[in-house]
């Protein structure tokens, strides 16, 4: 089951590389291929004797830790650093683990520290001028390619932002609301979108990942409706009737439903959920020739007003 939390789709707040990095969520991180770096200089090298791949003992993280205090005062607008190679990463996306979130000072760094040994070897630092706080996080970093990947480990570490090294942009993470997760009551301000179409059982492209990142430079704030589960248990009692109703239930109140028909797949409860809302006047389809009941979802939705595109982008185009 994911998160029981409320989750942050996309709106964009760039930060710029000299300004403040004033985030109001965690960040940073490395998988993938190896970010760009450049070497952190002399006067801020870490220390040869604390710089091997893991640090094994106290004395070797607290060494590290003080590093990384003193580093971070030489850099109050925020860093992240490779902590295992001195140097500092200059691409990526960087995202906070959950586990070393809420750390601000000097004594917490070691927790961090120690952390970030043990997983990616990155160290972020920044300030939050909301609450006048400099906060410290172990991090990955990932390849600016996957920002869709970024997303989905971002929401599992419950972040609010990621942070883009290249270009100085955190994105922001918007309302993403899945079964069994936390609603808003108060949704003045959000254009709701329902996420309909194929899932095969969690064994299709995850294409709502991609929905969310694509919407990641719209300045309007989406809230998305995604029946998508990372864990869904048919087999509990009375969880079909829960996801079902549910879904019935989003899809009646969202502002738009964006329903995708993927290639190769079937898809029936879709084709359903067609039928069921062709007349509402919220539909946008994505529905190319590759469907092996294209001609059917090509003239139902001609007869009745409902505009059909090629690709998830001239979707997302035309999405108010």
């Not at 990095?21 to 760009?36: E, F, I, L, N």
């Not at 791949?53 to 106290?58: C, D, F, I, R």
């Not at 989003?250 to 993927?262: G, P, Q, S, W, Y």
Request: a negative charge; one cysteine or more.
């Amino acid at each position: 089951m994911r998160l029981k939390a409320f989750l942050f789709a996309l709106s964009l707040t760039v930060v710029t590389a000299c300004g403040p990095m004033v985030r109001t969520a965690r960040q940073r991180g490395a998988a993938g291929s190896v970010p760009d770096t450049e070497t952190v200089t002399e006067t801020t090298r870490i220390p040869a004797e604390v710089s091997a791949t893991t640090a094994t003992s106290t004395s070797e993280v607290q060494a590290t830790a003080d590093w990384v205090w003193t580093y971070s005062q030489a850099h109050p607008d925020g860093f992240t650093v490779d902590i295992r190679g001195r140097k500092v990463p200059t691409e990526g996306i960087s995202v906070a683990y959950a586990a070393t979130q809420d750390r601000h000072s000097k004594e917490d760094l070691g927790d961090v520290v120690s952390h970030a040994l043990a997983h990616d070897g990155y160290v972020g630092g920044w300030w939050n001028s909301e609450d006048s706080l400099y906060y410290f996080d172990s991090v990955r970093i990932l390849p600016e390619s996957e920002s869709g990947e970024a997303v989905s480990f971002a929401l599992k570490n419950e972040q609010l932002a990621f942070y883009v090294l290249s270009t100085g942009e955190e994105v922001r993470i918007d309302h993403i609301i899945h079964p069994h997760e936390f609603e808003p009551t108060d949704l003045r301000g959000l254009t709701t979108v329902f996420l309909a179409g194929t899932i095969d059982n969690g064994n299709s492209e995850d294409w709502q990942q991609t929905v969310a990142a694509k919407l990641a430079g719209r300045d309007r704030r989406y809230l998305l409706y995604n029946p998508r589960q990372e864990e869904w248990h048919p087999e509990r009692k009375g969880e079909m009737d829960y996801q079902v109703n549910w879904e019935l239930e989003h899809m009646d109140k969202a502002d738009h439903i964006l329903m995708v028909f993927l290639p190769g797949s079937q898809s029936p409860i879709t084709l359903l959920e067609l039928g069921l809302h062709a007349r509402s006047g919220k539909l946008l389809v994505v529905c190319t020739p590759g469907f092996y009941r294209y001609d059917n979802v090509r003239i139902t939705c001609e007869r009745y007003g409902v505009p059909v595109y090629g690709s998830i982008d001239e979707a997302l185009e035309a999405l108010p």
